[in-house]
């Protein structure tokens, strides 16, 4: 592209205009930012074109040509390039540029706040003109990505009371479709707020990845660790046992009632039994909850014997919360606490159904459960710690 007056620029651009009418706007667009590129380039090299002066840092290296996409439509425009001891970008691409940044960006929050592709194409199209595929909402949510791992990799302190869950999600793997595991860790702060602590993805609760996901709260600070609440799992317990050797844990009351049904023999005893373990639950101190479970044990021998066996083994791993101060034992006894969080994460992930990978998943879960502890650590305590 070579350097043209600003009178003949004009003639042309009126005459596209005169021909064409606003379908020639793009055409006409092109030529204006084209030649405010070379007379900018001019500047920065401190020269004209073939112009010979001491003043000069520089020298035109022809052009590149690069499209832009706009409410226009897309641009495609012809960028000078230099050499010499000289840097150079033409403002109005860099002004640009920074509009595009700012419109991914607002395409990857309407995503990470559940809103769908297609309902994010139609309103991108509405506003700018522009149609966007699903795989540019997925790379624009990726310009969220940094700001999630410093999120999730941020230095943690002392954290006594820790909460466990994890929940699946469906993920295409290698051309297959998993089901994925998704890892949280929560936590009651000495000052009695909450935090989200980290989350991690993996494709099983197994015990190797329990094991690193702890460690790399470890690793990031996390110490003090009293107490531990989680379900019960084979994979989690012997993580705990590498990561957190001592640590008092309580197994959920509340999978411990769901898991009680199924050593019940008869439908019609499923109601009287959760009543009986519920009394056990609610004993004032750990001296009565002993007592009602030795009395629901014998109750059950002769007539459901692997209920009986069953509740003598699981139902005092859900009785260690006795020995946390009477205001940490309610919200410590099951993970309740962290339901609105599956509640949440479900509903956006709803929206997504089948994750094109992990690193999409974890980056969706991430966006969510930032934005939740963020409300917690600000707001109301959970708990009274004195």
């Known amino acids: 592209m070579s350097a043209i007056t600003e009178t003949t620029m004009l003639a042309e651009v009126a005459a596209i205009l005169e021909e064409h009418g606003f379908e020639g706007l793009p055409a006409c667009v092109e030529i204006l930012v084209n030649q405010a590129m070379l007379k900018e380039r001019s500047q920065a090299l401190g020269a004209l074109p ?77 506003l700018c003109g522009l149609s966007v595929s699903s795989t540019e909402v997925s790379r624009a949510a990726a310009l969220l990505d940094d700001e999630l791992e410093k999120w999730r990799s941020r230095p943690l302190a002392c954290v006594p009371h820790l909460i466990l869950d994890a929940r699946y999600e469906k993920v295409r793997i290698d051309g297959s479709v998993v089901s994925a595991s998704l890892l949280v860790a929560t936590g009651i702060l000495p000052d009695g707020h909450r935090s989200i602590l980290g989350v991690s993805v993996s494709l099983s609760e197994a015990e190797v990845h329990w ?13 003090g660790v009293i107490s531990v609440t989680s379900d019960n799992h084979a994979g989690l317990n012997k993580a ?29 005893m499923r109601e009287e039994v959760a ?45 260690t919360v006795y020995e946390l101060p009477r205001p940490l034992q309610k919200k410590l006894r099951t993970t309740n606490g962290v339901e609105r969080l599956n509640r949440e994460l479900l509903r956006r992930t709803k929206v997504a159904g089948l994750f094109p990978n992990t690193d999409s998943l974890l980056r969706l879960a991430s966006a969510i459960l930032m934005e939740i502890s963020e409300e917690w650590e600000t707001g109301k305590r959970y708990v009274n710690m004195q």
């Open 50 to 126: 073939y112009e010979r002066n001491d003043a000069r840092r520089g020298y035109a290296n022809g052009f590149k040509p690069k499209t832009v996409r706009s409410r226009l439509g897309a641009l495609t425009f012809s960028v000078p390039q230099v050499r010499g001891d000289v840097e150079f970008y033409p403002s109005a691409l860099e002004k640009g540029n920074r509009s595009e940044r700012a419109l991914k960006l607002a395409v990857a929050e309407m995503y990470i706040t559940g809103v769908s592709t297609r309902r994010v194409t139609k309103v991108v199209e509405e």
């Open 211 to 223: 094991r690193e996901f702890l460690q790399q709260l470890q690793q990031r600070g996390l110490h």
């Open 240 to 268: 705990l046992d590498a990561v957190f050797p001592g640590v008092s844990r309580q197994r959920c009351q509340c999978h411990l009632q769901q898991n009680a049904q199924a050593y019940v023999p008869k439908k019609a």
């Open 275 to 319: 009543s009986d373990i519920r009394d056990i639950f609610n004993a004032p101190e750990r001296n009565e909850a002993d007592r009602q479970l030795r009395l629901k044990v014998e109750k059950y021998r002769e007539k459901a014997s692997k209920l009986a066996e069953w509740m003598e083994v699981a139902i005092p791993q859900g009785l």
